[in-house]
């Protein structure tokens, strides 16, 4: 921390990301190592950084590896730096012709526990063993995408484990393979897919809706965190939408029939046993189901649940709102007047699909520009998962799990409905610490460090710092913060524990805290 603070990573009274690189980042408005612009020269380079593209294609390559996956490798980094930005984007948004076999297989080898409630015999419960299955998934697949879209859909249609509960923690893996099958799809048809989710239907309470006591809770998500954005529609669209929502049920679990006099063990045993056999499936029961006139948005029906997502989806709203939705989830949180209105031509004209969506998001200007480079915070998955893939670290993720909730990104377990912040929230002291914790616990197991091989091939320390600068920061970083760090790396003689203190330096800079 010492080191840090030399670097200038460090803020008097405390340890803190420092506000001039979080704020302004690399490449906004200076070149990398720069000092900052202040005042009207400041306005003047951030309006020059908006419309200046990323012109070193590795850095180029780097941005586009951080913001449509978790990073990238070396290999990774030279392969799409070798491609316009154009083919760059073709060749993430195409993705099912990647052979991922090899995620398959590294998945199958650790034997992760996908079926069993509580685990035993010396292997985590279920809902352990899935966070860590999708952090494995997410650093080591050859369809980064894929997994990024995955995640973001997480967010956005949210639904939480909490709420569920233990013996519906399939629901939640149910409701991922969902997300990841559909991760660019037609929205339209990725809402009415939702709709019908098992996680979905219990965390919104669609499951307790009849015609005779309308549950509002899924009609109003639909509407203000799902599709249209709130003052697009009245209180009154929201009960009518919700009566199209009535008689909406899952199958019934099987039931527990346990012999008299059975223990509690025996019990719990029995209703684990028949929770992890449950499928649920879809369906409708008539006899709680409103059929009657609906007036929602305007027009008046018959109307049932696709019926309405039918109505959101040809309003005006949607294509102001999802399109804007992903382009801060890639690109940076202030998209303005002109390419809101440019989004809403893609989205329209593309019929609602994603993949075309982000297809054009990732080709843009705006997204190849200095003025999205490092624009947005890294959240815990960002940074956990870039780490791993930046130095091509082996895991299987189960000895991070702690860790996830002191930095602030349970997965499966968002906030609440509206999803994760994100942002400055990332990065509050609490969470910043959790950050260095992390590192420490991992880079250091045990009091010892761990075998970075990726920086135990460069012998000197200046190429141990230059190769961790590489491979996580694009190779950024003032002269005066990498001075520190060759100074300090140069003070460790063992070459294992040197290694494994660079990578935690580096991994806890003001500059790789940004995507």
């Known amino acids: 921390r010492a080191v840090l603070a030399a670097a200038g990573g460090v803020a008097a009274g405390g340890l803190t990301i420092g506000t001039a690189a979080l704020?302004?980042?690399t490449g906004k408005g200076r070149e990398p190592g720069g000092s900052p612009p202040e005042g009207e020269a400041a306005a003047a380079a951030s309006e020059e950084a908006g419309t200046r593209a990323i012109a070193d294609p590795v850095r180029r390559a780097g941005h586009l590896l951080r913001r449509a996956g978790f990073g990238g490798t070396p290999g990774?980094?030279?392969?799409?730096?070798?491609?316009?930005?154009?083919?760059a984007a073709d060749r993430l948004v195409d993705f099912e012709d990647m052979d991922n076999s090899g995620l398959e297989e590294r998945i199958a080898r650790a034997n992760f526990n996908l079926t069993r409630l509580r685990g035993g015999d010396g292997?985590?419960?279920?809902?352990s063993d899935m966070r860590a299955w999708w952090l494995t998934r997410m650093a080591y697949t050859a369809r980064p995408l894929e997994e990024r879209m995955t995640l973001i859909w997480h967010g956005l249609l949210t639904s939480e484990l909490g709420k569920l509960g233990i013996p519906r923690t399939k629901f939640m893996l149910i409701q991922n393979e969902l997300f990841r099958r559909m991760a660019l799809p037609r929205y339209d048809d990725l809402l009415k897919a939702i709709s019908r989710d098992p996680a979905m239907m219990v965390y919104l309470d669609t499951i307790q809706s009849s015609a005779a006591h309308p549950n509002e809770n899924y009609a109003r998500e639909l509407m203000e965190l799902f599709s249209m954005g709130v003052g697009n529609y009245t209180e009154q669209d929201v009960r009518e939408a919700a009566r199209a929502f009535?008689?909406?049920?899952?199958?019934?679990?099987?039931r527990v029939q346990l012999p008299e006099g059975a223990s509690e063990a025996e019990r719990r045993a029995a209703q684990?046993?028949?929770?992890?056999?449950?499928?649920?499936?879809f369906i409708i029961q008539p006899r709680l189901q409103d059929r009657g006139m609906k007036t929602f948005l305007g027009k008046t029906g018959p109307f049932g649940g696709d019926d309405i997502i039918d109505i959101i989806m040809s309003h005006d709203a949607p294509s102001r709102f999802i399109p804007v939705r992903l382009f801060r989830e890639f690109v940076h949180a202030n998209p303005g007047p002109e390419t809101v209105a440019w989004l809403?031509?893609?989205?329209n004209g593309s019929g609602h699909d994603i993949r075309e969506v982000v297809r054009a998001i990732l080709k843009s200007a705006e997204f190849n520009s200095e003025a999205a480079y490092r624009a947005k915070i890294k959240s815990p998955v960002e940074f956990v998962v870039g780490a791993v893939r930046g130095l091509e670290l082996e895991t299987d993720f189960r000895a991070t799990?702690?860790?996830w909730g002191p930095m602030?990104?349970?997965?499966?377990?968002?906030?609440?409905?509206?999803?994760?912040?994100?942002?400055?929230?990332?990065?509050?002291?609490?969470?910043?610490?959790?950050?260095?914790?992390?590192?420490?616990?991992f880079l250091f197991p045990r009091g010892r460090p761990l075998r970075v091989e990726a920086l135990l091939a460069r012998e000197d320390a200046a190429g141990m710092v230059d190769e961790a600068l590489r491979r996580l920061v694009d190779g950024v970083m003032s002269e005066g913060a990498r001075a520190a760090l060759v100074a300090h790396a140069e003070s460790i003689r063992d070459p294992v524990e040197r290694a494994a203190t660079v990578a935690y330096l580096v991994l806890a800079s003001p500059e790789y805290q940004l995507a």
């Open 344 to 347: 809403a031509e893609v989205w």
């Open 272 to 281: 684990d046993a028949a929770a992890e056999a449950y499928e649920p499936e």
């Open 408 to 441: 602030g990104q349970t997965l499966f377990q968002p906030p609440n409905v509206a999803g994760w912040p994100g942002g400055p929230a990332w990065l509050a002291s609490a969470t910043l610490f959790a950050r260095l914790n992390f590192l420490d616990a």
């Open 401 to 403: 799990l702690r860790f």
């Open 246 to 254: 009535t008689g909406w049920r899952l199958t019934a679990p099987p």
């Open 23 to 25: 704020l302004g980042g």
């Open 123 to 127: 292997r985590p419960g279920m809902a």
């Open 76 to 87: 990774d980094i030279a392969e799409f730096a070798s491609l316009t930005p154009v083919e």
